[in-house]
């Protein structure tokens, strides 16, 4: 008859205890590293939008693995028997992973306020923009593709912070109206809905922002009242 297997021997239970008070601790740190990824994941997932860099695959990665191998050393002490050396060693070496990856520290922008305070600074400096247009032309473009030209210099190409579900990021675009008291409730987070007047003498930004619950909304002040940016000719 063959010898059984390692992961089949039975083991002594202070052994087996100890195994798993060990590899539980181990496994505890990764989670700890590890847990603000997995959160915002999970954030990511059950909001329709939310902001900031992907979770980082080094982190999360090894957690998950980490789990795993605790699960079956779990499942092997409680048959009485040891599991085998790989998953002990798979632990160990997402421990290692796990704290090599946590030296960038926290990843910064992943709320709902650092998202909104780009979309507000892109929306202001387009309004100077604009109000220096005025003063100087007389009016502004009534073309759309005008404002999004300068939307993109001024973004300088990037996308906005906020992302979908698929960790897309999604682009600043303008939107036009055609009225300012019909705002189209749809607009996505990122998107500065403008109106402008005929003639091109007048001209409203109303930014919109994500919440904090990752549903689009119009940016708001401390007062709560919607943000917008207006500008008019002066004669």
């Known amino acids: 008859m063959k010898p059984s297997s390692a992961a089949r021997q039975p083991s002594p239970l202070p052994l087996r205890v100890l195994h798993g008070l060990v590899f539980g601790g181990f496994t505890a740190m990764c989670l700890a590293a590890g847990s603000p990824e997995l959160v915002h994941l999970v954030r990511s997932q059950l909001q329709p939008f939310h902001s900031g860099p992907p979770p980082r695959l080094e982190l999360v990665l090894p957690v998950v693995a980490a789990l795993v191998g605790l699960t079956v050393v779990l499942v092997q002490s409680a048959r009485g028997r040891s ?10 070496g997402a421990l290692v992973l796990t704290l090599w990856g946590q030296h960038e520290g926290l990843v910064a922008g992943r709320t709902a306020d650092s998202a909104n305070v780009k979309i507000l600074q892109l929306a202001q ?4 923009r604009s109000v220096n247009t005025l003063r100087t032309q007389g009016a502004v473009s009534e073309d759309v593709g ?7 210099q001024l973004s300088q190409g990037q996308p906005s912070p906020v992302r979908t579900r698929s960790f897309e990021p999604l682009p600043f ?11 189209p409730p749809e ?9 402008v007047m005929a003639g091109g003498v007048a001209y409203e930004l ?6 904090p619950s990752g549903e689009p909304w119009r940016l708001r002040d401390s007062k709560g009242e919607a943000l917008v940016f207006r500008g008019a000719f002066n004669p």
């Open 173 to 183: 675009r303008i939107q036009k109206v055609d009225s300012p008291e019909a705002l």
């Open 187 to 195: 607009a996505p987070p990122g998107t500065l809905l403008l109106y």
């Open 83 to 92: 599991a085998r050396l790989f998953w002990s060693l798979l632990i160990l």
């Open 146 to 152: 005008s404002w999004q030209a300068a939307l993109e």
């Open 206 to 211: 109303h930014p919109v922002g994500v919440s």
């Open 125 to 128: 400096a387009l309004h100077e």
